[in-house]
């Protein structure tokens, strides 16, 4: 498995993607010429729970607590739901993996991003994470994940957004209108709390798709959306479509992406959505299913938007990004001829 560095990445973060001048006191040290690098064997591209787990504790370990651990709740079948934590700063930025038991990939690449920021310890990290506090719910769906579904495990499921026998779409129960304790999805109850509990600023949900092509003959690798809900405030909007900018940026720039915008819904129980009505800076990303030869190219899209977001939360660059060139990312085009993938399905995220 290639390594991701830190200082190289962070150094293209710095220096190529937020050209307006950052305010005073706020601009990032120098990256280290050298860095630790992610152990190549740090996590599986698609993880079971007890390699998250493993992968958890090494790097909490290793972090000498810089990496806080915690579980925010329990899935139907008992298993632990896991959450990170790193950095002390004021800014709160929450990111969800996997609440889709089949699309694993946002999962290895926020356990790389947790050993990146909270093992090694330089001037650029210390600067970093004195700005925010990142939370990473790190596989939303234990049950879903060890079945390879993309529903959680609850065999009485029934309603809308269910698989009658399998589960609930735990996508699809974040409505912030419903009273936590009237939700039937113990995933999703969760991180309803966790929300309650830190009011993030920001919060990115990491999902996969299936595989599609743009009119130029590009295939898209990852595609990105803000709050479609009516209910979402226009402030929230607004932030949400400057942190779409900013991740298309590096996504495109860093992680060499063709990135689209995703044709989500306007359903408030989808996180994006919920999270806006709410009032956070709220995005979705989704990592194409492309080819295993490519899997590595893309955890690593997913490790650039986690580390861009917080470094441009950090140097503010994200409050200045220009929210309207959010209208420039193409939609996303129809489904790759020929290639069918299990993901691609209709109003997937």
């Known amino acids: 498995m290639k390594s991701l560095t830190v200082a190289v ?13 950052a305010r005073a006191g706020t601009s990032a040290p120098a990256a280290p010429v050298s860095a630790a690098e992610v152990p190549a064997r740090l996590i599986p591209a698609r993880p079971s729970p007890d390699d998250v787990r493993r992968s958890l504790v ?57 050993w990146s920021l909270g093992v090694p ?11 925010v506090t990142i939370d990473v719910v790190v ?59 830190t009011r993030p600023q920001v919060v ?22 803000w709050p479609t809900s009516p209910l ?25 992406a063709n990135v689209t915008r995703y044709p989500g819904g306007d359903y408030e129980g989808i996180a994006r959505n919920a999270y806006g009505i709410l009032g956070s800076a709220s995005l979705l990303v989704e990592l194409s299913d492309l080819p295993a030869e490519q899997v590595e190219f893309q955890i690593r899209t ?3 938007s986690m580390l861009a977001t917080a470094q441009a939360a950090a140097d503010e660059s994200l409050r200045r990004a220009d929210p309207a060139r959010a209208d420039s990312i193409p939609a996303r085009g129809p489904a790759l001829p020929g290639i069918v993938s299990p993901l691609a399905r209709v109003d997937a995220a």
Do not use: C, K
């Open 232 to 256: 979402a405030p226009a402030p929230a909007v607004t932030a949400a479509r400057r942190l779409a900018v900013v991740n298309d940026a590096a996504m495109t720039r860093v992680a060499g």
């Open 58 to 114: 090494r790097i909490a370990r290793d972090s000498a607590g810089r990496v806080r651990l915690g579980v925010i709740g329990r899935s139907n079948e008992g298993r632990a739901l896991r959450l990170a934590s790193v950095g002390h700063g004021p800014t709160r930025l929450l990111y969800v993996t996997q609440q889709h038991g089949d699309e694993p990939l946002g999962t290895p690449a926020a356990v790389r991003l947790l």
């Open 204 to 225: 990115i949900d990491y999902h996969m798709q299936g595989r599609y092509l743009q009119p130029d003959g590009r295939e898209t690798t990852a595609s990105i959306l």
């Open 121 to 131: 310890r330089t001037a650029w990290h210390r600067w970093l994470l004195s700005r």
């Open 139 to 197: 596989q939303a769906n234990p049950d879903g994940a060890v079945r390879n579904q993309r529903y959680n495990h609850d065999p009485a499921a029934t309603g809308d957004y269910t698989e009658p026998g399998v589960g609930y779409d735990i996508n699809r129960f974040h409505n912030p209108l419903t009273p936590i304790g009237d939700n039937p999805v113990p995933e999703s109850r969760a991180i309803l709390r966790l929300w309650q509990a």
């Open 9 to 21: 990445t962070a150094v293209l973060l710095s220096t190529t993607l937020f050209a307006a001048p």
């Open 302 to 304: 997913a490790f650039v």
